[in-house]
């Protein structure tokens, strides 16, 4: 009779064939909705009213800087553009 051996690629890929059949048919994985759940957490923090308090204070800003002459253009479209986004 022979033992089998940790270090056999036959032995080897049996166990790795093993364990991923038993991993996909487990139903606690298989119903895991990771992409989801992190989806639905970033929406969470983007519909968040503190977010949204920092966006108009983001715009009120640079609206006084604009006005003061202190910022660049670029760097005033950037932030709208964020603004936009939060909103």
């Known amino acids: 009779?022979?033992?089998?051996?940790a270090t056999d690629p036959?032995?080897?890929?049996i166990?790795?064939?093993s364990l991923l059949?038993?991993?996909?048919?487990?139903?606690?994985?298989a119903s895991a909705n990771v992409l989801d759940n992190f989806g639905d957490a970033?929406?969470?923090?983007?519909?968040?009213t503190?977010?949204?308090a920092i966006a108009i204070a983001a715009v009120i800003a640079a609206g006084l800087?604009?006005?003061?002459?202190r910022i660049q253009w670029m760097s005033f479209i950037s932030v709208m553009f964020a603004v936009v986004i939060i909103l």
Request: aromatic share 2%; no cysteine; glycine share 6%.
């Open 65 to 69: 800087m604009a006005l003061s002459g």
């Open 15 to 17: 166990a790795a064939l």
């Open 10 to 13: 036959t032995t080897r890929s």
């Open 50 to 52: 503190f977010l949204r």
């Open 21 to 29: 059949a038993a991993l996909t048919l487990a139903p606690e994985i």
């Open 1 to 5: 009779m022979t033992h089998a051996n």
């Open 42 to 48: 970033i929406l969470g923090i983007l519909n968040n």
